[in-house]
């Protein structure tokens, strides 16, 4: 007799022909569906997982579905270990277990140094770099063991005189867009943080007063925003939406603009502040009855320029500062609603 049962990419299987599930899975279809059941509960785990960090939170806070998820595993393998072969053949068991071998070691070992890698993640764009990688990677091991249990799936049940009917369920369909949207904007992200990064050092060198670490970072901050934006006009949009694009252009065009003409003004008025600071000490050094009118003068036009400078920083600063929070309010939000559109829940 041939059975026919429709699978799906993550082997959570539908059986045409409904039947009871018997503890003793006499039938070919029963230990298939068996199997496919428990993997079944470990997407549901893994995409609640991936979705709360594709949302936003961070993975140490998503530490619980972790540890949620490694407990499902573990079980599932004691389940597979326990499991007799059917009629002798143990390859879809086999695969199954190795399967989910591997995906414990994936989300109890790699995922674990993912989190810890999550904490220096933002002291510098290789850090960064690596972290985002290491999220990829964990998910091409899983997926390439996937297609293994995929492969043995179908050799059993074409042993069994089963015919299946490939298709996508609603869980498969979320997990792979789940990994689709990542990809994406890890992409962006890593365009953005690059340049937004950069900005961070040009404030520090700005704060210490270093007038060689100021230019130094700022031509790196101009050339990373340069090389971001021509980035940009080669990604597409995600199934239509270039939102996040657009947005991420807008925040390296403000970095454009603060390298090309802002820091400058930030960096005259680092001199002349250090220009001033000189002046003045030696004006208050020299004691009152040996000052001339020239050194009054002098200094009264250096109090004069210090003024003019400070005005003229200040101004800049403000428009920054205010320039800076609109772009990433903006940034902020449309990948907060990027995310809530295209990654299930």
């Known amino acids: 007799m041939i059975y026919r049962i429709t699978v799906t ?30 993997e079944n509960e470990l997407s549901k785990k893994y995409l609640s997982y991936m979705s709360e960090v594709a949302h936003g939170n961070r993975a140490r806070k998503s530490e619980r579905k ?4 490694i407990s499902e595993i573990k079980q599932s393998i004691t389940m597979a270990n326990k499991l007799r072969p059917y009629k002798g053949d ?3 068991r086999d695969a199954y277990k190795k399967y989910w071998d591997v995906l414990l070691k ?3 070992e790699d995922y674990a140094k993912i989190v810890n890698m999550e904490e220096i993640s933002e002291q510098s764009y290789d850090a960064m770099e690596a972290y985002l990688m290491a999220q990829e990677k964990a998910g091409e ?13 179908k050799e059993f049940a074409l042993n069994n005189n089963i015919r299946l009917v490939d298709t996508d369920s ?17 992409q962006l992200y890593l365009i953005f943080f690059k340049s937004h990064k950069q900005e961070g050092y040009v404030t520090k060198a700005v704060n210490d007063k270093d007038i060689n670490g100021i230019e130094q970072n700022r031509v790196t901050m101009l050339k990373f925003a340069e090389e971001g934006l021509l980035k940009l006009d080669t990604m597409r949009a995600f199934k239509g939406d270039g939102s996040v694009v657009t947005a991420c252009r807008k925040v390296l065009q403000f970095h454009k603009s603060e390298a090309e003409k802002d820091i400058t003004i930030q960096s005259e008025f680092v001199l002349k502040r250090s ?9 208050t050094a020299k004691p009152e009855g040996k000052r001339t009118q020239a050194d009054v003068d002098n200094y009264n036009k250096a109090i004069d320029e210090y003024n003019a400078s400070l005005t003229a920083v200040n101004k800049s600063s403000n428009a920054l500062n205010d320039g800076r929070a609109k772009v990433l309010d903006n940034w902020n939000t449309t990948v907060k609603r990027f995310m809530e559109s295209h990654v299930p829940r």
């Open 9 to 38: 990419l993550l082997l959570s299987v539908i059986l045409a022909n409904a039947y009871s599930q018997s503890k003793s899975l006499e039938t070919a279809s029963e230990y298939m569906d068996y199997l496919s059941t428990q």
């Open 170 to 186: 609603r869980m498969s369909k979320k997990l792979r867009q789940v990994g689709d949207v990542n990809s994406y904007y890890h």
């Open 90 to 92: 143990v390859a879809l």
């Open 66 to 69: 972790r540890q949620e998820l």
């Open 106 to 108: 994936v989300f109890n």
């Open 275 to 283: 220009e001033f600071e000189k002046i003045q000490k030696a004006f």
């Open 141 to 153: 091991v899983l997926g390439l063991e996937h297609d293994k249990v995929r492969v043995a799936f």
